[in-house]
């Protein structure tokens, strides 16, 4: 069974005859360790329109920027096809292999694209006045870029800029906003569900210069995020202890991870990674067949073969809990 995007748990369990419950599933980069929500929904006021500005302040103060510095989706894919919307340019450069659905709104709105292969040759020629997207860390390899160079490269080309850092929060890396004030083309993209562990909170932000920001509120809803993902958000935010222990919990169940692939007899390459997935290229056996292998163990893994540059010797598997790695453990020692 080839999972085009990962997490989609329910038709795994139809396709094998189970219950979702009993689905290990590691395809999906979801954070697995949870905050603590303190807030009654039953007793939420939904009667009222809601109101942003503690949503916006909130953010503000996660990211350390100033509230009209921000712009609010109905979650990063979103976000994503409004950008490309909105900014109305003509070409862009895709950075891949990366998220598809920047391929699918580029072509949605009519751009011309251009592929950099960065595991190969970041420094490529671009465009001028090109759009240029950059996943950082990257999907599905988790690598994350020291990007001044390519900074100065497509600043000089006079690009219009998107940095995806849906997955820093994982890592204790440095964000690109310390170019915001230097450089008006400049956009950062932000999920706020996958580090904080809710897909289906449906919430994501675009950073940049109060100008950019002002010009994407034009062409927004008055009302488009729901007072549960709000106040979800929020509450989650005010979890002091969350970030620590999820980038302490992620690194002891990542080198968990890695030790087992490292011992896998059809392990070719481990990529390194500061996020909370790995990508592995396998010899000897597809990503599908490998797929197939897991599923009496009732175990999804993320088959990489669609990804650009990537094929089917690739696949992506997500740190979860030890109890879940130790299934996969056994699962794995089980194939022949």
């Given at each position: 069974?080839?999972?085009?995007?990962?997490?989609?748990?329910?038709?795994?369990?139809?396709?094998?005859n189970c219950?979702?419950?009993e689905?290990?599933d590691?395809?999906?980069?979801?954070?697995?360790?949870?905050?603590?929500?303190e807030?009654?929904f039953?007793?939420?006021?939904?009667?009222?329109?809601p109101n942003?500005?503690?949503?916006y302040s909130?953010?503000?103060?996660?990211?350390?920027?100033?509230?009209?510095?921000?712009?609010?989706?109905n979650?990063?894919?979103?976000a994503?096809?409004?950008?490309?919307?909105?900014?109305?340019l003509?070409?862009?450069?895709?950075?891949?292999?990366?998220?598809g659905?920047y391929?699918k709104?580029?072509?949605?709105s009519n751009?011309?694209?251009?592929?950099?292969?960065r595991?190969e040759?970041c420094?490529?020629?671009?465009k001028?006045?090109?759009?240029?997207v950059?996943?950082?860390?990257?999907?599905p390899d988790g690598?994350?870029?020291?990007?001044?160079?390519?900074?100065q490269?497509w600043?000089?080309?006079?690009?219009?800029?998107?940095?995806d850092?849906?997955?820093?929060?994982?890592t204790?890396?440095?964000s690109a906003?310390?170019?915001?004030?230097?450089?008006?083309?400049?956009?950062?993209l932000?999920s706020m569900?996958?580090?904080?562990?809710a897909?289906?909170?449906?919430i994501?932000a675009?950073l940049?210069?109060?100008?950019?920001i002002e010009?994407?509120?034009k062409h927004?809803?008055?009302?488009?995020?729901?007072?549960?993902?709000?106040?979800y958000?929020?509450?989650?935010?005010?979890?002091?202890?969350?970030e620590q222990k999820t980038?302490?919990?992620?690194?002891?169940n990542?080198e968990?991870?890695?030790?087992?692939?490292?011992q896998?007899?059809?392990?070719?390459?481990?990529?390194?990674?500061?996020?909370?997935f790995?990508?592995v290229?396998l010899?000897?056996?597809?990503?599908?067949?490998?797929?197939e292998?897991?599923?009496?163990s009732?175990?999804?893994?993320?088959?990489?073969a669609n990804?650009?540059?990537?094929?089917?010797?690739y696949?992506?598997?997500?740190?979860?809990s030890k109890?879940?790695?130790?299934?996969?453990e056994k699962a794995?020692?089980q194939?022949?």
């Open positions: 069974m080839n999972n085009k995007h990962g997490g989609n748990i329910s038709a795994f369990a139809k396709h094998i219950q979702p419950s689905v290990i590691l395809s999906s980069n979801i954070n697995f360790v949870k905050p603590k929500i807030i009654d039953n007793n939420l006021d939904i009667s009222a329109y942003y500005e503690a949503l909130a953010i503000a103060k996660l990211y350390k920027v100033e509230n009209y510095e921000i712009e609010l989706y979650g990063a894919t979103t994503i096809y409004a950008l490309f919307r909105t900014l109305n003509h070409h862009c450069t895709l950075y891949a292999p990366l998220y659905e391929e709104s580029a072509k949605a751009y011309t694209i251009h592929y950099v292969n595991l040759n420094y490529e020629e671009v001028e006045n090109s759009l240029v950059f996943v950082n860390p990257s999907t690598h994350f870029y020291d990007i001044e160079k390519l900074m490269q600043i000089q080309k006079s690009c219009t800029i998107l940095i850092e849906s997955f820093l929060d994982f204790n890396h440095i906003l310390k170019f915001l004030k230097s450089y008006s083309k400049l956009y950062i932000k569900t996958k580090f904080y562990a897909a289906g909170i449906r994501g675009v940049s210069s109060k100008t950019n010009t994407l509120k927004e809803p008055l009302w488009k995020i729901s007072e549960f993902d709000s106040h958000l929020q509450s989650a935010l005010k979890d002091t202890t969350f980038k302490e919990i992620i690194a002891e990542k968990y991870l890695i030790i087992l692939f490292q896998f007899k059809y392990t070719e390459t481990i990529y390194p990674s500061s996020c909370n790995i990508l290229k010899q000897g056996l597809s990503a599908e067949a490998f797929q292998k897991l599923l009496s009732k175990i999804m893994v993320r088959n990489c990804f650009h540059f990537l094929n089917s010797a696949v992506r598997i997500a740190v979860k109890k879940n790695l130790q299934l996969l794995l020692f194939i022949k």
